[in-house]
């Protein structure tokens, strides 16, 4: 049975500084991520409530996030990135939340930036960042498996824009639609839980709105330290979730071929001696077995 410590919650509602008076919390899913919560945390303006759901972490995630101001709400096991999200969004009684990763940090003004343009066009679901990392703009994520593009790829807004869908390093949710259709889908423990909940919101009539004057830095993969093991487990998350939300949406899942893939792609490790990419090649063949 899954237990869970959750702190005593104050019922205010944290209101964004220059955002018109619109209540925004933050939610932030931490397993092992003590390099970088606290800054995750430190980026978000004075007065705005962060809630941090903790995955049984081994380190002081915890610790680190009391210290910078968080409220956490910790479990005594990994329940994955979809249910611990919608674990804290349930605890959220404002008009927005911003689901933001650990390793991600907003730089100035981006989230008064992104409720002002939530505000701006009402129908807006979710809201989504201009990323960077240290080497600067990272590629603005146009496709996916359920939004495959077979075109030239199309330029990167330079305004406010609508778009088929979110990165969720850093995404701000109206609170009604995400609470509309359900949170995200549980049945993803890891990946694509992006692209599952922009496809859905769409569906159910609301618009996606990518503002890059709003900035967010973001080093991927960086909220847990990258072992081997780890490497393992993420590649084989990422291949199970793609098959279930292939399978979802009615869309094709070869096994056949992802298997030879697999095998490809451990034989080309072994023999260059890369270890991370042998893990990632055993964590899908682990993904296909189970499968």
């Not at 969004?89 to 940090?105: Q, R, T, V, W, Y």
């Not at 930036?113 to 505000?119: C, I, P, R």
């Not at 809201?127 to 590629?139: C, I, T």
């Not at 979730?241 to 992802?258: A, H, I, N, W």
Request: aromatic share 8%; hydrophobic share 45%; with cysteine.
């Amino acid at each position: 049975m899954f237990e869970v410590m959750v702190e005593e919650f104050s019922q205010n509602h944290p209101v964004v500084p220059g955002s018109g008076g619109h209540a925004v919390s933050v939610v932030l899913v931490t397993f092992n991520s003590s390099k970088v919560v606290e800054r995750a945390i430190r980026s978000v303006p004075s007065g705005v409530g962060v809630i941090v759901v903790d995955n049984a972490s081994s380190d002081d995630s915890v610790a680190l996030a009391r210290k910078a101001g968080a409220q956490c709400i910790c479990g005594d096991r990994n329940l994955g990135f979809t249910r611990a999200s919608n674990l804290g969004a349930s605890k959220c009684n404002g008009e927005f939340i911003l689901f933001m990763n650990p390793d991600a940090a907003l730089r100035a003004g981006a989230l008064e930036t992104m409720v002002a343009t939530a505000q701006r066009f009402p129908d807006a679901g979710a809201v989504a960042p201009r990323l960077f990392n240290d080497s600067g703009r990272l590629p603005w994520r146009y496709s996916s498996v359920l939004h495959p593009y077979d075109r030239s790829a199309p330029p990167e807004p330079e305004a406010a824009s609508c778009v088929p869908l979110l990165t969720g390093a850093a995404l701000l949710c109206r609170a009604s639609a995400f609470n509309s259709i359900g949170g995200f889908d549980e049945n993803i423990f890891l990946y694509h839980d992006d692209d599952d909940l922009s496809l859905r919101l769409t569906r159910a009539g609301w618009s996606l709105i990518y503002e890059p004057e709003a900035e967010v830095f973001h080093v991927s993969g960086g909220s847990s330290p990258q072992s081997l093991r780890l490497l393992r487990f993420k590649a084989r998350e990422r291949l199970v979730s793609r098959k279930y939300v292939l399978k979802k949406y009615g869309l094709g899942f070869d096994p056949d071929r992802e298997f030879r893939k697999a095998v490809k792609r451990l034989l080309i490790a072994i023999l260059k001696l890369d270890l991370k990419r042998v893990a990632a090649a055993m964590g899908r063949l682990d993904a296909l077995k189970n499968l």
